[in-house]
C-alpha cells in the first residue's frame, strides 16, 4: 500500500484493513493529527516515543503535579480516555523517553521503532514532518524515517510514510496546523459529526487543554513524507523551539542527529 492511495482511502472514508502505525511523540498528538479519521484504522499500532512528562517539573507543577511520573501517568489516562471518546482500537506502545528528551536518544530510539514496524508488518506510517517546532517531533521524525531505513538494509519491507502538521514558526508567532512547503496535501474537510468527535477526544486532555485549543477542527491534512535532510534547517531563520525553554537549539540537534546517523549506519 503506498502513501497515495492511503491517503484516497482516508479521502473516500474507506475503511483500512492493513497494519498501520502512528509513530508519534507525545500522548495527545495522534488525535491531533488524526483524530477524526482514526478509527478506519483496523489494525493500528500508537507508538508514543515520550511519556509526555518533561523533567524539569515546569509544566508537571503547572498541571497541579509534583512528579514527572505522577503527570506522566495523568497524560497516559487521558490518551486512553481520548482513543475511548473517538471508538478507536488500537494496540498502544510506549517507548519512554523523557519529553524533550527524544533528541538526546534518537539512535536507541530508531531501532526500538524499527523493531515496533517489523512486529506490526506496518504498511504505512504515520509521523511528524521535519518543522523545527518542537524538538521531540523532529527527533521522532528522524526516527520513523531511520526506522523504514534500517528496515530497507536488512532486507525487510520498507513501509510509505506520511505525516500530519503540528506546528512551526511564523512572522507572527506560531503557524498551526500548516505545512512547510513540500508535497502537496490532501486536505479532508471535517463533517460536524467528525469535528464533534475530534473535539470531545481533545476534550479527554485536560491537562493540555490551553494548547489544544489553538488547534483546527474543520479539517485534517495529510501528505507524504518527503525525504528530507535532517544535517539542514527545515526552514530559514529561527526555529520555533529555539525561542521557547524546550531544551534544544538546531546546531545541538544537528549534531545529535549525525551523531544517530552514524551510530545506526546510515551516515
Same mark, same amino acid.
Given at each position: 500500500?503506498? =502513501?497515495?492511495?492511503?491517503? &484516497?482511502? +482516508? %479521502? $473516500?472514508?474507506? #475503511?483500512?484493513?492493513?497494519?498501520?502505525?502512528?509513530?508519534?511523540?507525545?500522548?495527545?498528538?495522534?488525535?491531533?493529527?488524526?483524530?477524526?479519521?482514526?478509527?478506519?484504522?483496523?489494525?493500528?499500532?500508537?507508538?508514543?516515543?515520550?511519556?509526555?512528562?518533561?523533567?524539569?517539573?515546569?509544566?508537571?507543577?503547572?498541571?497541579?503535579?509534583?512528579?514527572?511520573?505522577d503527570y506522566a501517568a495523568a497524560r497516559e489516562r487521558e490518551a486512553q480516555a481520548a482513543l475511548l471518546r473517538g471508538g478507536v482500537e488500537a494496540?498502544?506502545?510506549?517507548?519512554?523517553?523523557?519529553?524533550?528528551? =527524544?533528541?538526546?536518544?534518537? &539512535?536507541? +530510539? %530508531? $531501532?526500538?521503532? #524499527?523493531?515496533?514496524?517489523?512486529?506490526?508488518?506496518?504498511?504505512?506510517?504515520?509521523?511528524?514532518?521535519?518543522?523545527?517546532?518542537?524538538?521531540?517531533?523532529?527527533a521522532v521524525a528522524f526516527c520513523a524515517h531511520a526506522a523504514a531505513a534500517l528496515l530497507a538494509a536488512r532486507g525487510e519491507d520498507r513501509p510509505?510514510?506520511?505525516?500530519?502538521?503540528?506546528?512551526?514558526?511564523?512572522?507572527?508567532?506560531?503557524?498551526?496546523?500548516?505545512?512547510?512547503?513540500?508535497?502537496?496535501?490532501?486536505?479532508?474537510?471535517?463533517?460536524?459529526?467528525?469535528?464533534?468527535?475530534?473535539?470531545?477526544?481533545?476534550?479527554?486532555? &485536560?491537562?493540555? %487543554?490551553?494548547?489544544?485549543?489553538?488547534?483546527?477542527?474543520?479539517?485534517?491534512?495529510?501528505?507524504?513524507?518527503?525525504?528530507?535532510?535532517?544535517?539542514?534547517?527545515?526552514?530559514?531563520?529561527?526555529?520555533?523551539?529555539?525561542?521557547?525553554g524546550w531544551g534544544m537549539e538546531w546546531p545541538r540537534w544537528r549534531a545529535l542527529a549525525a551523531e544517530a546517523r552514524q551510530a545506526l549506519g546510515?551516515?
Open positions: 500500500m503506498s =502513501a497515495t492511495s492511503l491517503l &484516497a482511502r +482516508l %479521502a $473516500r472514508r474507506e #475503511a483500512v484493513e492493513e497494519p498501520v502505525a502512528f509513530v508519534l511523540a507525545h500522548p495527545d498528538d495522534e488525535t491531533l493529527a488524526a483524530g477524526a479519521v482514526m478509527s478506519l484504522f483496523r489494525r493500528l499500532l500508537l507508538v508514543q516515543v515520550t511519556d509526555g512528562a518533561p523533567r524539569n517539573l515546569e509544566d508537571a507543577r503547572a498541571a497541579g503535579f509534583e512528579s514527572a511520573a494496540r498502544r506502545v510506549t517507548l519512554g523517553a523523557a519529553d524533550q528528551g =527524544a533528541s538526546l536518544a534518537m &539512535a536507541e +530510539l %530508531a $531501532r526500538a521503532v #524499527a523493531e515496533q514496524l517489523a512486529g506490526h508488518g506496518a504498511r504505512v506510517v504515520l509521523t511528524h514532518p521535519f518543522e523545527g517546532g518542537h524538538p521531540d517531533h523532529d510509505a510514510i506520511i505525516e500530519a502538521p503540528f506546528y512551526h514558526a511564523a512572522p507572527e508567532g506560531w503557524s498551526i496546523g500548516r505545512f512547510l512547503p513540500g508535497p502537496e496535501p490532501i486536505r479532508l474537510q471535517l463533517t460536524p459529526g467528525e469535528s464533534a468527535r475530534k473535539r470531545a477526544m481533545m476534550d479527554a486532555f &485536560a491537562t493540555q %487543554a490551553a494548547t489544544l485549543r489553538q488547534f483546527p477542527l474543520r479539517q485534517e491534512l495529510f501528505r507524504p513524507a518527503p525525504a528530507y535532510d535532517f544535517s539542514a534547517p527545515p526552514h530559514p531563520g529561527q526555529l520555533l523551539y529555539e525561542r521557547h546510515l551516515a
